[in-house]
Antibody, heavy 129, light 108 residues
Framework: EVQLVESGGVVVQPGGSLRLSCAASGFTFDDYTMHWVRQAPGKGLEWVSFITWDGGATYYADSVKGRFTISRDNSKNSLYLQMNSLRAEDTALYFC??????????????????????WGKGTTVTVSS | DIQMTQSPSSLSASVGDRVTITCRASQTINNYLNWYQQKPGKAPKLLIYTASSLQSGVPSRFSGSGSGTDFTLTISSLQPEDFATYYCQQSYNLLSITFGQGTRLEIK
């Protein structure tokens, strides 16, 4: 069974740090780009960050750039999110998600389409004094 | 960033109804559009990718259409388990992925 299980969410004070983990199983972890997506209480989904299969490239939402660092350990089938300088607005349920893709041919070339096809149940981070 | 705007923000409907949710992008995204369903306290679930391709295991009453800036998600005959919140998401700009604000589908 393909599965993602997040952990590490706790209550932390503003300005504090935290590391979230996501354990993957049931698929070849090091074949896929992985994402973090968060959801503040009662709000919609916000993409946070992604990391390519080999960790060679990472990207962040402007709201977390310079404060959060995504990483992975393919030998442990694990994804991480190091969160520093936490703010109240970082309070959210944090999901990890596996990226899927499909290549479609057209006009003499392939186009690649990406989506998030497997999600964990999430881990809750609360930033409060 | 590409802004994704869904309408309506909430919708009341009855079992058996045909329902359509729209999603508009602030610039053309071709068909780089995905739809997700989220039930309270649960993770999002992929329904549709490339604007109109049904994810494996998703019932055929769900369908998607559109290209460019305007997209729709249609549920042909609502079932009790379909009451949830639906999100569109653009994958045209992968370096800044954005979701719509969500459409909450409630039982009338």
């Amino acid at each position: 069974e393909v599965q993602l299980v997040e952990s590490g969410g706790v209550v932390v004070q503003p300005g504090g740090s935290l590391r979230l983990s996501c354990a993957a199983s049931g698929f070849t972890f090091d074949d896929y780009t992985m994402h973090w997506v968060r959801q503040a209480p009662g709000k919609g989904l916000e993409w946070v960050s992604f990391i390519t299969w080999d960790g060679g490239a990472t990207y962040y939402a402007d709201s977390v750039k310079g404060r959060f660092t995504i990483s992975r350990d393919n030998s442990k089938n694990s994804l991480y999110l190091q969160m520093n300088s936490l703010r109240a607005e970082d309070t959210a349920l944090y999901f990890c998600a596996k990226e899927g893709y499909i290549a479609l041919s057209g006009s003499g070339r392939d186009s690649y389409y990406y989506y998030m096809d497997v999600w964990g149940k999430g881990t809750t981070v609360t930033v409060s004094s | 960033d590409i802004q994704m705007t869904q309408s309506p923000s909430s919708l009341s409907a009855s079992v058996g109804d045909r329902v359509t949710i729209t999603c508009r992008a602030s610039q053309t995204i071709n068909n780089y559009l995905n739809w997700y369903q989220q039930k309270p306290g649960k993770a999002p679930k992929l329904l549709i990718y490339t604007a109109s391709s049904l994810q494996s295991g998703v019932p055929s009453r769900f369908s998607g259409s559109g290209s460019g800036t305007d997209f729709t998600l249609t549920i042909s005959s609502l079932q009790p388990e379909d009451f949830a919140t639906y999100y569109c998401q653009q994958s045209y700009n992968l370096l800044s992925i954005t979701f719509g604000q969500g459409t909450r589908l409630e039982i009338k």
